[in-house]
């Protein structure tokens, strides 16, 4: 179908409009229709542009009001895609605008999610800790760093969506979830790494035979280095697998723990 | 040490700027390691801001708000944390162990805010039934002061009553609990890497979690080596599945 109209044209820096507003996305989010008004706010340049008609521009308006909630840093290729099929058909089907957002978004937030919030997370706060419990400052910089590397993967995000337009390309899921699982490599590889780097609670325990005295946590090294902490970690996982069982129950768990093993000298 | 006035203003106006950050451009400002190191500058010791921070930060590794749940506010927990142990001159691990409930106790704050923004949605509706877009784009940038007093004003009453709450802790809580605290302080981080495990496909992955230990503990390799490391067999990774991914689709041609 060719776009006659060419009041929908989209250009560059509508783009680069849209871009800039994308960053509003969830500050408005609220329990009833979510990143709803974020997105409407992100559709505003395009919405003026389209729309000039006053009652399409209010049935636009409404129409991006409405629920919707996904990773924001994949959000810009739904709403580059949305911005590809309103330029070629306007609002002539609005249940298919509307259910093409709702049918990414779910899958989005899940691989946006685990690639740009779990293992991202893992991968720099890791490191950043890290550096930052050596007292070097670059531990506070690098998280900054890395955030601005999210701004390009965003803005890369809707140039993308806007090109591939409706026709989401199976070779794009497919390079999504290849990419999804090296990210899970490196971070499991890394989060492996962090527990002997970070985690050095000990036990200050010496057992006294006679004249004899054994101190517990050399030979507890012997046996696995960093086995307390694996421990602690594994009894964690653990405790996350029951029922009912979430992170707020979890830390008031391990304060009274540490508590009592601290206290008992047990643990140091 | 004593906490003066205007470090509170200085300290409150970023805890102000950061909330929104944290929700908008998220360059990096609203993390607890920023905020404990940036809590330390203004308090004079950065390297307890960043260690508390650290900590925090590593605690909360695995808890992000996925879907718009709340969380315990790590952020706030550092800032306060960070200021009370340098009022007081007491260890990192102590002020880990105060900052941690004080996060828990703010958790709820998040809530709150998702509460009032409901407000600015319904502007929204009754500006995009008029047709008006500018009042649309204002209630949405007013939807960010909200997250911004969300955390302004907890961190505010935080630092301001600091020191009563802070001198009552060091005369009232006796000596066995702070070095509980301590312990927990240590231990804490054990959670976020556990959640971690949870989230991601551990069952599928988990011999990269081992590779990454055995570097790190037997090998002594730093952080920063692993995730090299890492990346590389993330690499090899995705090169043999391309691999073999070409290599069935070439036999799918010859069968």
Redesign the interface.
């Known amino acids: 179908m060719i776009n006659e109209d060419t009041s929908r044209k989209v250009e560059k820096k509508d783009l680069n409009k849209v871009f800039w507003r994308q960053f509003g996305l969830q500050v408005g989010w609220n329990y009833e229709k979510m990143m709803g008004m974020g997105y409407c706010f992100t559709m505003i340049p395009i919405i003026e542009k389209f729309y000039k008609d006053k009652e399409e521009k209010k049935e636009a308006l409404d129409l991006h009001l409405q629920f919707f909630n996904t990773n924001p840093t994949m959000a810009p290729y739904i709403i580059g895609a949305d911005i590809a099929i309103e330029e070629e058909a306007g609002l002539e089907n609005k249940e298919a605008i509307n259910s093409f957002k709702v049918g990414l978004m779910g899958p989005f937030a899940g691989i946006g999610d685990t690639v740009f919030v779990a293992i991202y997370r893992s991968i720099v706060f890791s490191i950043a800790a890290y550096l930052a419990l050596e007292g070097n400052f670059f531990g506070a910089i690098f998280p900054v760093i890395t955030a601005l590397l999210l701004w390009g993967v965003r803005y890369k995000f809707l140039m993308v969506g806007y090109n591939q337009g409706h026709k989401l390309i199976t070779g794009f899921a497919n390079q999504l979830q290849i990419l999804n699982e090296a990210a899970t490599v490196l971070g499991l590889t890394v989060i492996g790494g962090l527990i002997p780097s970070i985690l050095n609670v000990k036990t200050p325990l010496v057992f006294t035979h006679g004249e004899v005295k054994m101190e517990l946590q050399p030979m507890i090294d012997k046996i696995l280095p960093s086995l307390i902490p694996v421990s602690l970690v594994l009894f964690c996982y653990w405790l996350l697998g029951k029922k009912h069982m979430n992170s707020t129950k979890l830390i008031v768990i391990l304060m009274i723990m540490g508590i009592a093993l601290g206290a008992l000298n047990i643990l140091k | 040490m004593e906490i003066s006035f205007t470090q509170i203003l200085i300290i409150t106006l970023y805890s102000f700027i950061s909330a ?1 950050d944290g ?7 609203a ?1 607890a ?2 905020a ?3 809590t330390g500058l203004v308090m004079g010791n ?2 307890l801001g ?2 508390v ?3 925090l ?3 909360g ?4 708000s ?3 749940a709340s ?2 506010n790590y952020k706030a927990a550092a800032i306060l944390g960070t200021a009370f142990a340098a009022m007081t001159g007491q260890s990192i691990e102590f002020a880990i ?1 105060i900052s ?2 004080v996060g ?1 106790l703010l ?1 709820h704050v998040a809530t709150l805010v ?5 407000y ?3 502007k ?2 009754k ?5 008006n ?1 500018a009042g ?2 204002k ?3 007013a ?2 002061i909200t ?1 911004g007093f969300g955390d302004a004003i907890p961190t505010f009453l935080g630092l301001y009553f600091g020191s009563e709450v802070v001198g009552f802790i060091t005369e009232k809580i006796p000596g ?2 702070i ?13 976020g ?10 069952k599928k ?2 011999p ?11 090998m002594k ?4 080596g ?2 090299i ?3 590389s ?3 090899i ?2 090169i043999h ?2 691999q073999n991914g070409s290599q069935t689709e070439g036999g799918e041609i010859d069968d």
């Open positions: 929104i929700l908008t451009f998220q360059v990096g400002l993390n390691i920023f404990g190191a940036f950065v390297k960043l260690a921070g650290a900590t930060q590593l605690m590794l695995g808890v992000a996925y879907g718009g969380v315990p162990g941690v409930p828990i958790t998702r509460f009032a923004n409901v600015f949605q319904h929204s509706e500006y995009a039934k008029a047709g877009t649309i784009t209630a949405n940038i939807s960010s997250w066995w609990l070095t509980g605290l301590g312990v927990s302080g240590k231990i804490l981080p054990a959670m890497i556990a959640i971690l495990m949870r989230y991601l496909p551990f992955f988990y990269f979690m081992i590779l990454g230990f055995v570097i790190a503990a037997y390799v730093n952080l920063i692993v995730a490391i890492g990346f067999i993330a690499a990774f995705v599945k391309e």
